[in-house]
């Protein structure tokens, strides 16, 4: 029998070319998405189904995913992808965009975990596949405290369902990225200013700098990103945090090796 994989945040980026790349594999894709109206490359393939889904709307989310298991009758993947972010002084943002990165990123995805999980009990096993970031396991970008939050969040929700959901054969990963060529994330960021106060001005905009640069640099190849995803997918591998990126790895390496105090200093000297 075909598999068959639940994606969130289809409609671009890294969702989009997890969806075509399982869909090219043989998967059945229920790929999830707030526009579907506006979709004209997914609805090509044969094998995938587009759903329409704001991960941050509970009854939007629990139809799609009934209409998603009544289309295909088994969903074995679930991967997590659909996520946004701010950046800003935390005190410069406005109360809608905190509420806004925690609905996005935490709520979201405890909505579709939520969702899947009487499904994964009744089929006695399934895998939900969490798409983080460095971001998630180390703070390494200055005014990134909101989207640093929603990603630690993200980690330790993956973390504390371990225990419950391993003993029913329910399976969780997290991928940590760090950005790839082809993603509109860096143009979506909401950026938290106000024109009075200009105490986070400097730091704000070497950050903003920075991540143009890093836009138009070398980011990740996707596609790395895509095979870990399916390896993880296909595989009875039951590796739990995936560190793509080199900047990841370099950042994760040095968050184990120094003191806190160390390493918080060190990051800190890279924006002055
Ligand atoms: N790109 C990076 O620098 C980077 C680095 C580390 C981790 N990540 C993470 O990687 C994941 C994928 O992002 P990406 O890099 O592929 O960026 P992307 O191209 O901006 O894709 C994000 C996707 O999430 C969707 N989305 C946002 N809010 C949503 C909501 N409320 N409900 C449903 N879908 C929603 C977007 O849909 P719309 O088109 O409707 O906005 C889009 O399809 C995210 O979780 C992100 O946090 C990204």
Excluded: C
Excluded at 11 to 37: C, D, H, I
Excluded at 110 to 139: D, E
Excluded at 186 to 198: L, S
């Amino acid at each position: 029998m075909k598999k068959t994989v639940f994606i969130t945040g289809t409609s671009s980026g890294l969702g989009k070319l997890t969806a075509k790349y399982f869909a090219s594999q043989g998967w059945n894709v229920a790929a999830t998405m707030r526009t579907p109206e506006k979709e004209t490359e997914l609805t090509q393939y044969e094998n995938i189904k587009i759903f329409k889904l704001d991960v941050t709307d509970i009854a939007q989310v629990n139809t799609a995913v009934a209409a998603a298991v009544a289309a295909f009758g088994k969903i074995d993947v679930v991967v997590n992808n659909a996520g946004a972010g701010t950046y800003g002084a935390l005190e410069l943002a406005k109360e809608e965009t905190i509420d806004w990165q925690f609905a996005t990123n935490v709520r979201g995805p405890i909505n579709v975990i939520r969702a899947f999980l009487p499904h994964f009990r009744a089929q006695k096993g399934g895998k939900f596949i969490n798409i983080s970031s460095f971001m998630g396991v180390t703070t390494a970008v200055p005014v990134g405290s909101l989207y640093n939050m929603s990603k630690f969040a993200l980690e330790g929700l993956t973390e504390g369902l371990y225990y419950e959901l391993e003993p029913l054969n329910i399976s969780l990963h997290l991928i940590e990225q760090g950005g790839s060529s082809g993603n509109s994330f860096v143009d979506k960021v909401i950026w938290n200013e106000h024109p009075e106060i200009t105490d986070y001005e400097a730091i704000t905009t070497r950050v903003r700098q920075m991540m143009q640069e890093a836009k138009n640099g070398p980011l990740d190849d996707p596609q790395t990103i895509v095979d870990a995803i399916y390896a993880l997918a296909t595989g009875a591998s039951k590796q739990f945090r995936t560190v793509l990126s080199a900047m990841g790895n370099q950042l994760m390496e040095m968050r184990r090796s120094m003191p806190i105090e160390n390493y918080l200093d060190t990051v800190a000297g890279w924006y002055k």
